[in-house]
């Protein structure tokens, strides 16, 4: 596969589940992004690694837990979500490091979360 | 904080016509790229054009060329032959040595 992939694509879970959604990128990138997109907001940036290391989290809430075991694979750790966190789940990827120049990110599929 | 800010929530164009989606952005850095990205209804957020900021010469894919104005920090994408594939939501982006700073996004139909 080239670019950059999401599993699963869709995904229901109540509020009492535990789940992970899965990103990777075949692109030799060395930063990777979750953001939220809900119905009618902009696009949020939840996390940021920058060569496995987070970089930044924008007060997201603790029931979202990343993990990034490599610079090719992140993950998005969900437990005891709200309905609320419904909404697409969008990964990206960039070559270059966080904070020291612009770079261009490649998005993934999403995954789209439907909390009960 | 750099804001984008696109004022068009929506467009329509005839198929094979010509249109043009406007963005204004607000930001203190001289080092900065400028994208336009796609989201179709299958919701893949697809990179369609890139400016870098210190580029005089306007960027051009195919049918999408990009108006960057820097003076008035404007960047306008137009669509040329718009086809019926083009439909979806754009969104202009801004990108300086931190986030990635996005629009509210325009949803453009194209009419066959």
Redesign the interface.
């Known amino acids: 596969e080239t670019g950059v992939t999401q599993t699963p694509r869709h995904l229901v879970m109540g509020m009492t589940n535990k789940k992970s959604l899965k990103c990777e990128q075949h692109l030799g990138h060395n930063a990777m ?1 979750w953001y939220k ?1 809900s119905a009618k907001k ?2 949020e ?1 939840m996390f940021v690694y920058s060569l496995e290391e987070r970089v ?1 989290n924008n007060s997201v809430p603790s029931r979202f837990s990343p993990e990034c075991p490599n610079s090719s694979h992140l993950f998005l750790h969900l437990h005891t979500l709200q309905p609320e966190d419904s909404a ?1 789940y ?1 990964c ?1 990827s960039s070559l270059g490091f ?13 995954t ?1 979360l439907t909390v009960l | 904080a750099q804001t984008v800010t696109q004022s068009q929530p929506e467009m329509s164009v005839q198929e094979a016509e010509t249109v043009t989606l406007s963005c204004t952005y607000d930001t203190s850095e001289s080092d900065y790229y400028l994208f336009w990205y796609k989201q179709p209804p299958s919701r893949q957020m697809i990179l369609v054009i890139r400016q870098e900021a210190y580029k005089q010469q306007n960027a051009t894919e195919n049918r999408f060329s990009v108006n960057f104005q820097k003076a008035a920090k404007s960047f306008s994408l137009k669509i040329s032959d718009s086809q019926l594939g083009d439909a979806a939501m754009y969104f202009c982006a801004y990108q300086g040595a931190q986030k990635l700073v996005f629009g509210q996004g325009t949803r453009l139909t194209i009419n066959p």
């Open positions: 992004y997109q902009p696009l940036l930044e697409l969008l990206a966080v904070g020291v120049a612009p770079d261009t990110q490649y998005f993934g599929p999403g789209r």
